[in-house]
């Protein structure tokens, strides 16, 4: 079993920064794929960011390509999510998740609201 919480949402202006946290129990976090999502009312969740185990592959949606930066470290069992730039849009319950490949998630947090005010 994989716990996941997330942290570091809130209210930012538009072109703000915020940088989301979720950090991992257990002793497996390194071999398990991380990956970001979000949900806004209203709207299907959406796979916005993903890294491989060893942060070697990582998938962006076009969304938020050149604005969003996922990474990780294994040692803390925290993938980070670091997002320049945002816009109104942004504006969702960001949750993270974990799973044994790509794509293919077993494990998810319990969100954090990340609302961009314009």
């Known amino acids: 079993q994989v716990q996941l919480v997330e942290s570091g949402g809130g209210l930012v202006q538009a072109g703000g920064s915020l940088r989301l946290s979720c950090t991992a129990s257990?002793?497996?976090?390194?071999?398990?794929?991380m990956g970001w999502f979000r949900q806004a009312p209203g709207k299907e969740r959406e796979n916005v960011v993903a890294?491989?185990?060893?942060?070697?592959?990582?998938y962006y949606a076009d969304s938020v390509k050149g604005r969003f930066t996922i990474s990780r470290d294994n040692a803390k069992n925290t993938v980070y999510l670091q997002m320049n730039s945002l816009k109104p849009e942004d504006t969702a319950v960001y949750y993270c998740?974990?799973?044994?490949?790509?794509?293919?998630?077993?494990?998810w947090g319990q969100g954090t609201q990340v609302t961009v005010s314009s």
């Open positions: 998740a974990a799973g044994v490949r790509m794509f293919e998630y077993n494990y």
């Open positions: 890294i491989s185990w060893g942060g070697g592959n990582t």
């Open positions: 257990g002793r497996t976090f390194s071999s398990y794929t």
